[in-house]
Every structure is written in structure tokens, then in C-alpha cells.
């Protein structure tokens, strides 16, 4: 069984920063597409970014180009999601999950399509 664990999540003040970290045991991250997501109070949960197998293509929610980066550690066999300028409306519990992708194929944010889950790690902006 595929078990995934986030870590990274604080507390923060709005324009700061954040790195969460996606870890696997037992297997390699590298046979998966990975996706983040946030769930707010209130409101569905919702897709962050995601980076496919191998050949590192990213797909990101608008509302977080140009501040969230997602990449690999290959050496750690880790998915970390380095956060910038975060706002007070980022406040979210943040999912990792693992799809079984084939190779040069995008990855998506569309959370019917992975398959495992981690349990969250909840960041906080706020001043």
C-alpha cells in the first residue's frame, strides 16, 4: 500500500513563505504523477499544482502561478511544493496524492484521477 505524508505546514504571516514536502516510503515517487491540493473550511477541495513522471512538466492553478512552484528531490524521493507571497486566502489543510502515470503524459487537478492520498498538513497565513 502506497502510503504518502505531508510535512511543512505552519503558521506564517501573509507575504511569507513555505515548503511543503510529499514523502513516500517502500517505493519511488518517480512511477507517479503528483498532485497538491487545499481544502479551506467551507469549500471543496480544490487542485494547487501537480508535476508529472519523470519528464518534470508542471500544471498550476491560477490562483498560485507565479507564487508555488511544485519539483522533485529525486535524491530524497520527495514532491515539495515551495509557496511564495502567500495570502491569507491560502489558508488550507494541503494534500499531497499519487496518480500511476504513464510517461510524457500531463499531469492533472483532478482529484477523481489519484489514487492515494496523504492526511494533510494545515498552513495558516495570518498576521
Known amino acids: 500500500q502506497l502510503q504518502l505524508v505531508e510535512s511543512g505546514g505552519g503558521l506564517v504571516q501573509p507575504g511569507g513563505s513555505l515548503r511543503l514536502s510529499c514523502a513516500a516510503s517502500?517505493?519511488?515517487?518517480?512511477?507517479?504523477?503528483i498532485g497538491w491540493f487545499r481544502q479551506a473550511p467551507g469549500k471543496e477541495r480544490e487542485g494547487v499544482a501537480c508535476?508529472?513522471?519523470?519528464?518534470?512538466?508542471?500544471t498550476a492553478a491560477d490562483s498560485v502561478k507565479g507564487r508555488f512552484t511544485i519539483s522533485r528531490d529525486y535524491a530524497k524521493n520527495t514532491v515539495n511544493l515551495q509557496m511564495n507571497s502567500l495570502k491569507p486566502e491560502d489558508t488550507a489543510i494541503y494534500y499531497c496524492?499519487?496518480?500511476?502515470?504513464?510517461?510524457?503524459?500531463?499531469?492533472?487537478?483532478?482529484?477523481?484521477?489519484?489514487?492515494?492520498w496523504g492526511q494533510g498538513t494545515q498552513v495558516t497565513v495570518s498576521s
Open positions: 496524492a499519487a496518480e500511476a502515470l504513464e510517461l510524457f503524459t500531463p499531469c492533472r487537478l483532478q482529484m477523481r484521477v489519484y489514487d492515494y
Open positions: 517502500g517505493f519511488s515517487l518517480d512511477y507517479y504523477a
Open positions: 508535476i508529472s513522471r519523470s519528464t518534470g512538466i508542471t
